[in-house]
Each structure stands twice: as C-alpha cells, then as structure tokens.
C-alpha cells in the first residue's frame, strides 16, 4: 500500500506539490516508514505567497475582536482534537505520549494568549505634546509573515508565532520540518475546519529550497525561525541581506548546577527530566550536570539510580519514560559524540550505545548515558548532542559554575537546583543565558512570557510568544496631529 503523501496547503485547499523529490517520514520507535512528504519549490512558496498576499487587505479590515474569534473556535477545535494531535506527533517523532501531550497544551497556550489582541496590539497616545499637537502611535499589521520550524517540537512550535501573526492582521506561511510533517499537517485539518479566509493561513512543505525561497520572496516582511545554531545564523544574514524582519531562534547547551544544599529527593525527579525528557532532544534540555562542592558523588550516585530504572520504549506507551531519537542519521550523530568523549578521556559511567528495546529491534534507540569528569574544554561540553548524553562538569564552587555557564557560546538557558536564596539570586543574576530555573529543570516559559535565548542561541532581539511578540508582527506608525 503507498504511503500517505503529505499536501501543502494554500489558499484554503490542499495541493500537492510539483516537487521531483519525495523525502520519507519514519516512526523511529519502529524504525519503518509511514509517510511521504515532497520537498517543495520555489514555485509552490509563490503560490502560498500570491495567496497570503492577497489576503491580507481583507484580513487587515477585520475588526481584530472579529480576528480573535477565529481564534476562540480554534482552541475549542484543537481540544476536540488533542490525543489524535499528540498521538501523530508521537508516531513521527518519537517522544513520548504525555511529553506530546504537554506539548500540544503549549501550543493551545499560544491561541489563547493571542486572544487578548484588543488590548496586547493597543498603541499609546499622548495630547499637547506641543500646543494644540497630539501624537498616536498605531500598531498596524505589515502584510505576510513565514515561520521555518525544527523536528523536536513539530505542534508547538510554529504556534510560538502564527496566532499572533494572524491576530494581528497579518498572513502567514508555515514551513514544518521535512523529518516530522504530519503533526502540523494533522493541525491544518483542524484549520481548514474552522474556515479562515482563503490564503490567511498557509503551509508549505519542503526543506531548503523552501526555505531560500521564502527568505528572498520580496513579499514576505518577517521570518520567525528556530532550529540549529547555524541554520538560524544562515537565516538571520539572509534575512538581513533581503531587508526582513527576523527572529531566529538556535540550539543550546544548557547547564544544570546543584548546590550542596538542594533538596536533592524532591529535585530528583525534574532533574532526570531536564537531561533525559524528550530524549534530550528539546532546546531546553540540561546538557551538562555540574555538581558544586562536596555534593557530587551523592548527587552522582543518585541521579544514576533513577536514571536506570527509568523505562526506555515506545513513546506510545503510556509507561514509556523516554522514547526514541528521531532518526537513524540523528541517533549515528549522537553515538558519535559518545565515542568522542571517550577519546577525549571523559569518564562513561553509563554507555546507552547497544541499549535494546527487546519489542522494537528496529527503532532508533540510544539508552542514557553518562559520563563523568567531563572538562571544560572537552566537546561533550561545548557542542549541542541532542541526545540522551549527560556530562558531569564537577565545579569546586558557585563561582565556577557561574563561570562555565558564561564561556559556552551557546545561552538558551541554565538552572540551578539549591536550598539557599543567596545562591539562587547570584546565579539567576549573574548567568548570561536568557531562560532560568530555580529547582526547575526545564525552564519553559509559558506564551504570556516570552521564549528565546542569548548569545549563539538566538539572533534578533524580540523573542518568540510573550508581550514582545505584538510588536514583531505589527509596524507602529506615528501620527502627529493638528487642527487648524
Ligand atoms: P535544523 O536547523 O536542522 O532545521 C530547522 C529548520 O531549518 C527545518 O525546517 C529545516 O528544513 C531548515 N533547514 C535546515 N538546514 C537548512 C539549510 N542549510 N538551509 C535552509 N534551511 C535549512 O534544526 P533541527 O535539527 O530540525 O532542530 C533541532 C535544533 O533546533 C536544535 O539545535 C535545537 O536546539 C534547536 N531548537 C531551538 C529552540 C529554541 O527555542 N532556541 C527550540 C527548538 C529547537
């Protein structure tokens, strides 16, 4: 039987793509494949385009309490949906259930929070600023928008922008990663159900065809993008080279320090989250464990306890602890920083590389591992792995902690697990990163606050969702005014 072939969809209908090159989409627990997805062209991205653009005069005249009740009936249509959504995502991607589960409340999040348009897009006016001279600043939408988004989080993530895009009065265009596009494919369903004007809400499947084009379409005004450091780089330069407003999120390596002092029972179980949650594969992940002072061989012993009986499998199972990583290529990536920091003279004190799920022979797993005594300077503790590989960095003091949070490169996020308000308030004052968890280990900010990173895990300056959001996507036109 052939295998279902994902459609983009513009204009309000589903077409498929003139594409030659047809990429395969896999369930990795089984290490089969179960969809096709077309790598699109330019001229699918000037379909979707001439679509949004056309739009957008209509959408723009819309009342925007008007546009927020497309909104509301959405968020009731994707509860309706929500398991069939999060078992998709599982299928393509690998997490697990309650992981897509959560990740499909986020992406609802994000509708509701755009539903507060009539006040979040107000502008502001100020009378006499001269005599007999007001000025209003209007917040006023700019035309089409486009998102390009990463594998590890295939529902939410273009949800981080496109509802307040579109609330706003703008068109949008949304380019799913080529590796998991039936989750957002299962979505557009759900769209197409609640009938937004024809070309307000498009998608385009493909991989960098896709993307060139929509980053030198002369129609399109912004770009929101998350995904690897140097794809967000590329897009941030080109972005800027073809005059576009652009948000480009990238990757991470984040560190999780714990105190002497932290109540290491109740911490434990969001700590093996934070490293082991998602199969590593979130850009808020902890990447490196540095335990401060005498608290490492405790906290090492422990934190290796609950890692082993943690029950690695089918995402789909609702016992599953941690699932697949998502691709066969990924999972080889991964192994190959394994046998780098043991080259490199870290010591594995937990080796996932011939992990066996015994149903799933065939599935793309990587069992947890851990290394300690991790330096520094070593790779495991400079490159992003995205995978279930822990690196103990020990640190003699706050200080040092501090320190190795400050010299990665990467600043998406960091947490510390401590007992002490002293020490919380240095760290949380001090590190670079712009995402911080006191005792939490995943420090996710909800789609009223907003969601990004520093330094080489994010170029731009306004974030995804949050407040800062409504000014992304609308243009603050001034007028200063008199009456003779
Ligand atoms: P990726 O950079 O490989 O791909 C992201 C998107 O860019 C995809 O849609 C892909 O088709 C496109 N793309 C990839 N290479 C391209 C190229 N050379 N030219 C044009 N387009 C290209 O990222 P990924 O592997 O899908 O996702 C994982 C990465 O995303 C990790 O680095 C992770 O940290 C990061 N991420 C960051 C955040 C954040 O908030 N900062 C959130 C989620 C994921």
New binding site residues.
Partial sequence: MALPLMKNYVNGEWVESNSKTIGDVWNPALGEKIARVAYGTKEDVDKAVAAAKAAFWEWRTTPPLTRARYLFRLKDAFEENFEEIARVLTTEQGKCIDEARGEVRRMIENVEHATGVTTLMCGYTLEDIAKNIDCYGHRQPMGVFGA??????PGM?PWWFLPYAVVCGNTFIV?????VPMTQTKIFEIVDEIGFPEGVINMVHG??DV??AMLDHPDIEGISF????P?AK?IYERCGATGKRVQA????KNIVAVTPDADLAAGMPSLITSFFGCTGQR?LSGSILAPVGDVADELIEKFLFATKVMKVGNGLDEQTAMGPVVSAAHKERVLGFIEKGIEEGADLILDGRDFKVPDYPNGFFIGPTIFDNVKPDMTLACQ?I?GPVVSIVRCKDLDEAIELVNTRGFA?AACLYTGSGGAAREFKYRVKPSMVGINIGIAAPMSFFP???AGD??FGDIK?HGQEIFHFFTDTKVVIERWF
């Fill in positions: 390009i988004v990463p594998y590890n989080f993530v380019k799913p990663s080529e590796q991989s960098r993307v060139n998350v995904g690897s450091t794809t590329y999120l990238g990757g991470a850009c992003e995205f998406n969601f990004g990173g895990s994010m995804g």
